[in-house]
């Protein structure tokens, strides 16, 4: 008889497993990377150096995940159809360079205020920060070419580069006594960049023959989905930015909330690392059952990923709520400002924020981005509510949090519900005449 785990091996989406190895190295290497940093840097070091972890994290996963996961389900697709996948990741290789560049004139031309309102005015983070998004654009389009692909072997390979490099780097300036936030700032670009290069032989390696992708046909939903991302990421990330946002500019006890509230959130998020492990695997399986038309095949991914994230969620959370006072403090080096009912806000937050992803990501494999964004936009809406509301700062921030991603979580598992044909679907021996997933 199997054993539990071997049991969860089993109802893992196609390939995830492949990918798990690397998402371990990934997820440890956040937490060793602020652990060092907590120890090597002073305090409005720290603060500004866990300010471009969230902005990196927030707005470079906004701008860039939807490569990744356009792109991923453009290539599952097109293998579905038996059509190369070159020439959608030379497109999408331009548009994300594209997107790159507007980014950086962004940053170029606001540099001053950026520094001032983010980083205690140092503009030598808005370079490091600059640095950060040319590393996610170029590893976001490696990871979706392989995820569509289905070669996550090199996938997972690259995330464990990614993870051992921010690591081996950080552990380097540590001991080399280099007490500069931007040696650690620029670690963000040196490590994603150099992992992509995993990828590379396998891309290349795919010479099937097919049609050239229209610009229209590439961007014909990125848009909404770069718009749905962001508004996800302001949601997982509005703690730490609120509590910068809202309590008094660079004072000694609001850059140590500021990196308390930081690294807590980053305990708390510990199965957003695990659920990366599917979430290339999941977005591909259910963008092949869409194409295919097999709805059985979609719920049964979707209900087994929603069940394995949930478990990992309320499993890692536990821990995380009992310890998590004690060892922010011990494992990081923060300021001893948070107790176990601020863990239990963000680990409930974290909960219903992972489902919320499930479930876009869902809507967006059956190309039913709008439906996405309407999620994510009523859970900003709320967040904002709750950030504005009277209160303590960090419960707010806390308490927003939760608000947000509980909102977008029922809101899209509402749209997911009514989606759905009710009829019975095809059998997958009928694929050819089974209907597609509804996206209206």
């Known amino acids: 008889m199997k054993n539990p785990i071997a049991r969860l091996l089993g109802v893992l989406p196609p390939g995830a497993r492949l990918v798990v190895g690397g998402t371990v ?28 972890w969230v902005i990196v994290m927030s707005v470079g996963w906004g701008l860039f995940q939807p490569v990744e996961l356009e792109l991923t389900r453009l290539v599952a697709a097109r293998k579905v159809a038996g059509h190369g996948a070159l020439p959608a990741v030379r497109r999408m290789l331009l548009l994300a360079l594209a997107i790159l560049v507007a980014a950086c004139a962004v940053l170029a031309v606001a540099a001053r205020p950026i520094a001032d309102l983010l ?24 990871r979706g070419a392989l995820a569509g692909l289905g070669l996550f072997g090199p996938y997972g390979s690259q995330l464990a580069v990614d993870g051992g490099l921010r690591i081996g780097l950080a552990a380097v300036a540590a001991a080399a006594g280099l007490h500069s936030a931007l040696v650690f700032g620029l670690i963000l670009f040196v490590s994603p960049l150099a992992a992509s290069l995993i990828g590379l032989r396998g891309i290349l390696a795919d010479r099937t023959p097919g049609p050239e992708v229209s610009w229209k046909q590439l961007t014909g939903g990125l ?8 508004l996800s990421q302001l949601v997982v990330n509005a703690t730490v930015i609120c509590v910068r946002l809202l309590s008094p500019k660079h004072s000694e006890a609001s850059d140590a909330l500021v990196f308390a509230v930081s690294q807590a959130v980053v305990m708390a998020r510990a199965p957003l690392f695990a659920y990366s492990a599917l ?13 295919a038309g097999d709805h059985a095949e979609f719920r049964k991914v979707l209900t ?19 310890l998590g006072s004690m060892l922010n403090p011990l494992l990081f080096n923060a300021k ?17 924020y992972v489902l919320a992803t499930v479930f876009g990501q869902a809507l967006m494999s059956s190309s039913q981005h709008r439906r996405q964004l309407v999620g994510w936009t009523a859970g900003s809406v709320a967040l904002v509510a709750v950030a504005l509301a009277p209160g303590a700062v960090g419960l707010r921030a806390e308490l927003a949090y939760l608000a947000g991603s509980l909102v977008s979580a029922v809101l899209m598992l509402w749209s997911l519900y009514h989606a759905f044909p009710s009829r019975p679907v095809a059998a997958p021996a009928d694929r050819s005449a089974a209907e597609p997933l509804r996206t209206s």
Request: net charge neutral; aromatic share 6%.
């Open 223 to 230: 848009g909404l989905l770069i718009a749905s991302v962001m």
């Open 25 to 52: 190295v990934l997820g440890a290497s956040a937490y060793v990377y602020m652990a060092l940093v907590g120890y090597s840097l002073s305090a409005v070091g720290k603060a500004n150096v866990s300010m471009l």
């Open 119 to 142: 980083f205690s005015g140092d503009k030598a983070l808005v370079v490091a920060l600059a640095g950060g998004l040319a590393g996610l654009a170029v590893s976001s389009v490696a």
């Open 336 to 352: 001893d400002v948070l107790g176990p009912l601020d863990f239990t806000w963000l680990v409930l937050g974290t909960l219903c």
């Open 304 to 322: 087994r990923t929603t069940a394995i994230v949930a478990a990992m969620c309320i499993g890692g959370g536990l821990p995380v709520i009992v």
């Open 279 to 291: 979430q290339a695997s999941m977005v591909s399986a259910l963008s092949g059952a869409a194409t």
